[in-house]
């Protein structure tokens, strides 16, 4: 079986061979048969540096987090993709300009043909890594709430490599029955309390078949650490200690010299963004309000004004869809996230950071969120974040149930936090802003 590091790889490169035939047989074409070398030569050494923003437009989609993305999307995604590459590819050929070549044709040309052999690919990978001959035969056991969240996970992205072929609940372990074919087994920890089960199961290793733990499984195969999977014991194993401080002090220098550069470099947009805010929205133009910080130590958080003065009159409430007291005004600035750039000033002073999980208002958190969401002061082991995990991953929260499943997912970036997934979260961002998403 392929691993899915293995089948991204395999895109990966499947993709970058697409977009040179194709590029290929633009010029063959256009030229009506084959052009000499040096024009051959002209075109590749110009679309190479074309082609990387390519595959980053790709991967801004989520086409190579396989573990994410949803097939069903794969129509929009390539044609947004594309279209993005292109827009990117005129502005280096206007910069890059070699020789008198400015290839715009071929551009667009290439861009129709290289489009229907993306989806044809694409659609073929899906297909064939979902079939019954090449998927694994997985036997569940654990918590109806995380068997439910799991199944959901393989039926929407069989092209993972898994077959549930038997799921048991903490009700029916003794009814376990462990078929002959099966490959890997996920089971909760919680479970290994029933003696029984746990020496069954412990006797089947070295037998060839994996076994694994159900939150380990589920964080695999769909970014996010089940709550009802875990308890204190998880933790401990992976939150408990901290072999991090190179990776924190380098995010934390990476976090100001970014902060201030873009500080430096949004100057000429402050000089179009406040003077228009105190016309619209009159004074006041910033916004702050106490959150709560790493350790659950509270801070002062910055934005920019997007509601009606006092929309808050009656205590703290929940953003909600379409709220009406966002202004047209606010509504624009959350969905292209300039509200959030005052926050800058939050990481400079070593409160927040670019990337870790949303803060959250401390009123909130004691009377909503704490009480009826376990673990849930645990998100703040590591850094708040202009924008994070849970962000590019799931839509804006409107709920205590929004909240418990993103806490899910903040979980994972505390368990896994790396200046990769830091870079991955900024990368995923962009698509966030440009597309309005998570509003």
Known sequence: MMSNRSKTILLFFVDLFILMFSLTIVICVRKMGIPSPRYFLNHYQLFSMIFPFWLLMYFIEGLYTLKTYNPANLPIS???????????????IYFLQQDGLAPKTNLILLAFLSFPLMFWWRSFFFTY???????????????????????????????????????????QTDKLVIPPETG????????TKDQDLYRRIFSLLGSGVEIIDLAKF?????????????????????CGHQESKSYDFLKRIIDCVTAILLLILLIPLAFIVLPVLLIIHGRPIFFSQKRTGTNNVPFILYKLRTMVIDAEKNGAQ???????????????????????????????????????????RPEIIESQLAPSIPYYSLRHLVKPGVTGWAQVTFRYGFSQEDSKEKLQYDLFYVKNRSLWLDILVLIKTTKTVF???GQ
């Open 78 to 92: 390539l044609m947004r993709s594309t279209l993005f590459g292109v827009i990117t590819s005129f502005i280096i």
């Open 129 to 171: 890594f979902s079939k019954d001959s090449r998927l694994r035969e997985t036997l569940l056991i654990g918590s109806c709430e995380t068997l439910e969240l799991v199944n959901h996970e393989i039926k929407n992205k069989p092209h993972l490599g898994y077959k549930i072929i038997g799921t048991y609940s903490d009700e």
């Open 184 to 191: 890997l087994i996920a089971i909760e920890r919680n479970m």
């Open 218 to 238: 589920a964080e695999q195969i769909s970014g996010k650490i089940p709550l009802r999977s875990i308890d204190e014991s998880w933790f401990i194993d992976y």
């Open 318 to 360: 929940w953003a909600t869809p379409k709220d009406a007291r966002v202004t047209p005004l606010g509504s624009l600035l959350r969905k292209t996230r300039i509200d959030e750039l005052p926050q800058l000033i939050n990481i400079i002073k070593g409160e927040m950071s670019l990337v870790g999980p949303r803060p959250e």
């Open 435 to 437: 597309t309005g998403a």
